[in-house]
């Protein structure tokens, strides 16, 4: 018999079944032959340049890649030449920074001010009438930027200065302003309990008005907790009185794409930390994936699977050998035909690897889980399992390890086996003799990036037991 391996279950402590999404293994619906989807390895992390401090955000401006780098505005070149432009203030790897660009200027909010690159000069917006600079966005010739009360513009004919009769509001609710995106040309200001949007309307003063329908009644805890994703905005918040989540919004309506596992996880978590919380997209090899940067791990959507699949599809990123810890890899930027990335525990910059898991020079692990074999409460013996799998992409001999759980909490001790060597194209992957159930048995496997195998099915020869 086949046991499903694309997500699998364990039981909390509450008592309550929950979901055991893989970890640095991502799901891909694709029909093989051997089945209609499996489970390919995370990409590892190459370094290939070195910033001058924590890396806090990246954007292709005229097919230039241009990151802050500590407190330090640089761009990284075609062949990984890192060359200071100017200061931007901040330093730590949480003030993270905002890109935008207009035809010919380079705009980047940090550390509460804003910044122009032309090409060649640094220039600080100075005028008293700007404030603090929260977040930022370009639409139709100004740069709108907001202290998290008001929406404030610049003039039109010179982005360095701000005239303080054209300010402008998100008063739907009292809740302040924590970011600002812009989709379809039209400025989202994202509250913490509230979504409005903004159209250019002209006029002497604010020149951007409400559009009443297009009210989002759910709001955004960060200022980097969002993004655009699917022609939509993305990201994690709630109404008033309710508790986190990860939603999809546009046009006056909202979509949850978080699971009961996913808000699960996000309980873990403080305001506070929430709100420091980091999210980007990724378009790549036809897969559309959101990632959700917290503290120990990242929570990553992919949306095309979820569509193929028809069940949203959740798998988790940790560059960690054993549990969890921050995955290093944030900042995505698509430049010189690749994806650049930064490291945000160090300066190293670098890019993604599909034949190399370990995370900037480190093995980290890997784990699936099974949904539960159940036969009827009658029991079954567990004669032999064999992961389908594609072998012989490895640097050395390896070995992976299954283990399985009556109860969802204690788990046996690993049952390892070898993966065979590099060119071992054939290896099969068996275990013999995997014990016996009385009532029903849950079924986990772990690895770690040595073993960079994708996996195809789990086939299992049971013996019905009757009692």
Not at 193 to 219: H, M, W
Not at 288 to 294: F, G, K, R, S
Not at 365 to 388: C, K, P, Q
Request: aromatic fraction near 10%; charge should be negative.
């Amino acid at each position: 018999m086949e046991i499903p391996i694309l997500s699998g279950v364990y039981v909390d402590a509450d008592p309550r079944f929950r979901t055991l999404y893989p970890v640095n293994l991502a799901p891909v619906p694709v029909a093989n032959g051997i089945s209609n989807s499996y489970l390919r390895p995370g990409e590892g992390m190459v370094a290939e340049a070195v910033g001058i401090g924590v890396d806090r955000g990246g954007i292709n401006w005229n097919d230039v890649c241009y990151r802050v780098s500590g407190s330090k505005l640089i761009s990284v070149a075609a062949n990984n030449v890192v060359t200071v432009l100017g200061d931007v203030g901040g330093s730590t790897f949480d003030q993270h920074v905002k890109f935008d660009y207009s035809f010919d200027l380079l705009a980047i909010a940090s550390n509460d001010n804003l910044f122009y690159w032309d090409g060649a000069v640094l220039t600080q917006v100075t005028d008293i009438d700007l404030g603090v600079v929260v977040d930022m966005v370009w639409v139709d010739g100004y740069f709108m930027t907001t202290d998290g009360e008001f929406l404030i513009v610049t003039e039109l004919n010179n982005p360095l200065a701000v005239n303080p009769l054209k300010y402008g509001a998100s008063e739907i609710d009292p809740d302040p302003v924590v970011a600002l995106l812009k989709l379809r040309n039209e400025v989202h200001a994202l509250n913490r309990y509230t979504i409005e949007v903004f159209d250019n309307v002209g006029g002497d003063l604010f020149p951007f008005a409400r559009i009443d329908g297009a009210q989002i009644s759910k709001g955004c805890v960060g200022v980097h907790a969002c993004c655009v994703f699917m022609e939509a905005i993305a990201f994690v918040g709630s109404g008033r009185n309710e508790a986190p989540s990860i939603y999809m919004g546009a046009s006056g309506q909202t979509v949850k794409i978080s699971s009961q596992e996913i808000d699960t996880i996000l309980l873990d978590y403080t305001e506070a930390q929430l709100s420091i919380s980091l999210v980007e997209a990724r378009n790549d090899k036809a897969h559309e994936y959101l990632y959700v940067h917290l503290p120990d791990r990242t929570l990553v959507y992919d949306a095309t699977a979820s569509r193929e699949l028809q069940a949203p599809v959740w798998l988790v990123m940790t560059t960690a050998i054993t549990g969890f810890s921050q995955y290093r890899a944030r900042s995505f930027v698509w430049a010189y035909n690749k994806w650049l990335i930064a490291d945000p525990q160090s300066t190293a910059l670098g890019t993604f690897s599909d034949t190399n898991g370990a995370h900037w020079g480190v093995d980290v692990r890997w784990e699936f889980g099974t949904a539960i074999v159940y036969n009827s409460g009658m029991g079954a013996v567990f004669h032999d399992l064999e992961l389908v799998a594609l072998t012989g992409r490895v640097d050395a001999d390896t070995v992976i390890s299954t283990s399985w759980s009556y109860d969802g909490i204690d788990y046996t001790a690993d049952a390892p086996i070898a993966t065979g060597g590099p060119g071992n194209f054939q290896k099969r992957l068996c275990w013999r003799r995997q014990g016996k159930m009385r009532n029903w048995r849950i079924q986990k496997f772990t690895g770690d990036s040595r073993a960079h195998l994708s996996f195809a099915r789990l086939e299992a020869r049971i013996e019905p037991l009757m009692f």
